[in-house]
């Protein structure tokens, strides 16, 4: 934790999004295959993860792989399932011990079945967790999942408010993000909680995902909480 560095209070957002950009691009800068990028990328995330939370975060979204990201080559898209086979229940394990209640959101069948396990049974060993999250985005489109939103509301003949509708996300248990951070240089949501960012602070880094530094978060942090969130009222409202 950097010096002066001041953690709680309501300055901290309560929850954040990652969209984790660049592993490949700086696996290739590092002649390195960008498979191994995803790894040490995975490696970062669970980094993060575990510093978000020690300065007061309580909830985590994560945007492991996107609907649009199944169109990579195959070898690319093995190279990520095989991270999830080998690595994801000893690195979110390493997190969810201290209490933390895991999450997959997004269509998970469109997952190998094998996959669709590890992710399964990481939500069920921490179902009884509460108060602090992890949301991990795996085939995840925000488009897609407000589509589903709407489908489930029609089939139960229900006419929709803001609220309800909420319920009817992925992230329903789940407040909105306060703090959105994307890596990579790309300054765009790509398809990632577009309902749920209304009202959300963006914070954009010139960084590859796996160069971001604990330290850079504790930067983005810092700006959140100079900004002045007034949800639409006057400063003399606030």
Same mark, same amino acid.
């Given at each position: 934790? @950097?010096?002066?560095?001041?953690?709680?209070?309501?300055?901290?957002?309560?929850?954040?999004?990652?969209?984790?950009?660049?592993?490949?691009?700086?696996?290739?800068?590092?002649?390195?295959?960008?498979?191994?990028?995803?790894?040490?990328?995975?490696?970062?995330?669970?980094?993060?993860?575990?510093?978000?939370?020690?300065?007061?975060?309580?909830?985590?979204?994560?945007?492991?792989?996107?609907?649009? *990201?199944?169109?990579?080559?195959?070898?690319?898209?093995?190279?990520?399932?095989?991270?999830?086979?080998?690595?994801?229940?000893? !690195?979110?394990?390493?997190?969810?011990?201290?209490?933390?209640?895991?999450?997959?959101?997004?269509?998970?069948?469109?997952?190998?079945?094998?996959?669709?396990?590890?992710?399964?049974?990481?939500?069920?060993?921490?179902?009884?967790?509460?108060?602090?999250?992890? *949301?991990?985005?795996?085939?995840?489109?925000?488009?897609?999942?407000?589509?589903?939103?709407? *489908?489930?509301?029609?089939?139960?003949?229900?006419?929709?408010?803001?609220? @309800?509708?909420?319920?009817?996300? !992925?992230?329903?248990?789940?407040?909105?993000?306060?703090?959105?951070?994307?890596?990579?240089?790309?300054?765009?949501? @790509? *398809?990632?909680?577009?309902?749920?960012?209304?009202?959300?602070?963006?914070?954009?880094?010139?960084?590859?995902?796996?160069?971001?530094?604990?330290?850079?978060?504790?930067?983005?942090?810092?700006?959140?909480?100079?900004?002045?969130?007034?949800?639409?009222?006057?400063?003399?409202?606030?």
């Amino acid at each position: 934790m @950097s010096k002066g560095f001041v953690t709680g209070g309501d300055k901290i957002p309560k929850h954040i999004a990652i969209i984790m950009d660049g592993n490949g691009r700086w696996a290739k800068k590092h002649l390195m295959p960008r498979s191994l990028g995803h790894k040490y990328g995975m490696e970062r995330m669970i980094g993060l993860m575990e510093h978000a939370f020690d300065l007061g975060v309580d909830y985590i979204t994560v945007y492991a792989l996107s609907t649009e *990201n199944l169109k990579r080559p195959k070898e690319e898209l093995e190279g990520l399932f095989d991270l999830f086979r080998k690595y994801f229940k000893q !690195y979110f394990g390493r997190v969810c011990e201290k209490g933390v209640r895991l999450r997959a959101i997004g269509d998970i069948s469109l997952l190998p079945d094998d996959v669709q396990q590890v992710l399964r049974e990481a939500e069920a060993e921490t179902a009884q967790y509460q108060g602090k999250g992890i *949301n991990v985005a795996v085939c995840y489109g925000a488009r897609d999942e407000i589509v589903h939103a709407v *489908n489930r509301a029609i089939e139960r003949g229900e006419k929709v408010t803001e609220e @309800s509708f909420s319920r009817l996300l !992925y992230t329903a248990e789940v407040p909105d993000p306060d703090l959105i951070i994307r890596t990579g240089k790309e300054v765009r949501l @790509s *398809n990632f909680l577009l309902y749920q960012a209304a009202y959300a602070e963006l914070y954009f880094s010139d960084k590859m995902f796996p160069e971001f530094s604990d330290k850079d978060l504790e930067g983005a942090i810092e700006e959140y909480s100079r900004r002045t969130r007034r949800f639409g009222k006057t400063d003399e409202q606030l």
